[in-house]
């Protein structure tokens, strides 16, 4: 029997960053992450964009707006101290017409309400920040938007939790719950205090503790089109308008950590879990539970799903995803785009009462376990004040049994 005072399910970014607040607050803790995969950062964590939000996109009243901005601020200074370069690219909004220039108005005052470093500009201003960006009279300008590599992100914290003593498990897969026993692929765990940080697997572990019951994951696919051409085409991150009702952002210009770009991502429906390509890690029961909601959501057109469906599967031309991200600059050499890059999914939650994806964090728990329900974007951003607000959750349920 393996014992702990803490059991943390999933080394992605927000099992680490959890495991590493509770480390830091009690170091005589004894924490152990299991993970199913070889190393931490297989999945969401180390497959995103690496964009580190400002948090101008999120109402006041969200955990979103509350964790982005100090987020931002401690996950450059975590990768100062250890070594990871970050990328300060900076980041604008443009508006394609007159209709959009009211919305960035309403991001900006969001933006300011949260305490972000934010600015309109004028397409003059735009031009000095990257003179091949295209607006209609205005454009929002946030300084503090900045770029890293995810998975050496993942792995710096890996390294730097093994050093405090935090142990892992890797290759250990949850299976059950029983009589108070975590049962594994790798035997059995026993623990004091249990944190579901399992991402697309966190609504399923979460049902077997009787938490969540009235959500689901529906997972959605994020590619983005690498550029290999010669001329650089931008200098900073370049992002449409996007539609507040739901929570994708739209095709957009990424500057990556090492100066170069791409464009993306995608937001495909996903038909299982971990539907990185047509065969990887398929499985019928999730294929069948997922196409059950997707249709359903197809059918009734809840949030637009089926208007969704059809844009985002035409983005899977190479030409259409290039004229979707020609409409943000002036110029661009449009057969510089060429590579695929490497498929992240979003374990984007839905609430199958309402039929709404959930836009904001979900954490639900009592005095033997708390589940991450819900951590979609900017969690990445957000995960190291994030971490410290589960923890203090966490102590306050530990001294209330």
Same mark, same amino acid.
């Given at each position: ?19 590493? !607040? =509770?480390?830091?607050? $009690? %170091?005589? #803790? &004894?924490?152990?992450? +299991? ?89 003059? !201003? =735009?031009?000095?920040? $990257? %003179?091949? #960006? &295209?607006?209609?009279? +205005? ?263």
């Amino acid at each position: 029997m393996n014992n702990s005072d803490y059991l943390i399910v999933g080394a992605g970014i927000i099992g680490m960053t959890i495991a590493w !607040e =509770l480390k830091r607050n $009690d %170091p005589k #803790a &004894k924490i152990l992450i +299991i993970e199913k995969e070889d190393d931490a950062g297989r999945h969401s964590s180390g497959r995103n964009s690496g964009v580190l939000h400002s948090g101008f996109y999120y109402t006041a009243d969200s955990l979103k707006a509350k964790f982005t901005a100090k987020g931002n601020s401690s996950m450059k200074s975590f990768c100062k101290e250890n070594g990871i370069k970050v990328n300060s690219c900076q980041k604008v909004v443009v508006a394609k017409d007159e209709s959009e220039v009211k919305v960035l108005h309403q991001l900006f005052e969001r933006g300011k309400s949260n305490g972000v470093d934010v600015r309109i500009i004028n397409s003059e !201003e =735009l031009a000095q920040i $990257d %003179p091949n #960006a &295209k607006t209609t009279q +205005i454009a929002l300008h946030s300084p503090s938007t900045a770029t890293v590599d995810p998975l050496e992100v993942c792995l710096g914290l890996k390294k730097k939790l093994c050093e405090m003593g935090v142990e892992f498990s890797f290759g250990t897969k949850y299976i059950a719950r029983k009589n108070g026993v975590i049962k594994t692929s790798k035997g059995l765990f026993e623990t004091k205090y249990f944190i579901n940080a399992a991402g697309l697997y966190a609504d399923k572990i979460a049902h077997e503790w009787g938490f969540g019951k009235k959500y689901t994951i529906i997972p959605f696919k994020g590619i983005y089109l690498k550029y290999t051409g010669q001329e650089p085409v931008v200098r900073t991150n370049i992002y449409p308008v996007p539609n507040l009702k739901n929570p994708f952002l739209g095709v957009h210009f990424t500057v990556t950590h090492d100066g170069h770009f791409k464009i993306g991502p995608t937001a495909i429906p996903a038909f299982w879990r971990e539907n990185y390509s047509w065969s990887e890690n398929f499985s019928l029961n999730e294929f069948f539970s997922i196409l059950y909601y997707e249709a359903k959501l197809f059918m009734t057109n809840a949030f637009r799903f089926r208007d969704l469906a059809f844009e985002e599967m035409k983005k899977y031309s190479k030409i259409h995803f290039v004229d979707l991200a020609r409409a943000l600059v002036k110029k661009m050499d449009a057969k510089g785009f060429t590579d695929w890059g490497r498929p992240g999914i979003r374990a984007q939650l839905l609430n199958t009462e309402t039929s709404e994806l959930v836009q904001d964090f979900v954490i639900e728990g009592d005095a033997q376990s708390l589940h991450i329900l819900n951590a979609v974007s900017p969690a990445f951003t957000c995960s190291f004040p994030f971490a410290e607000y589960i923890r203090n959750i966490v102590e306050s349920k530990v001294r209330a049994r």
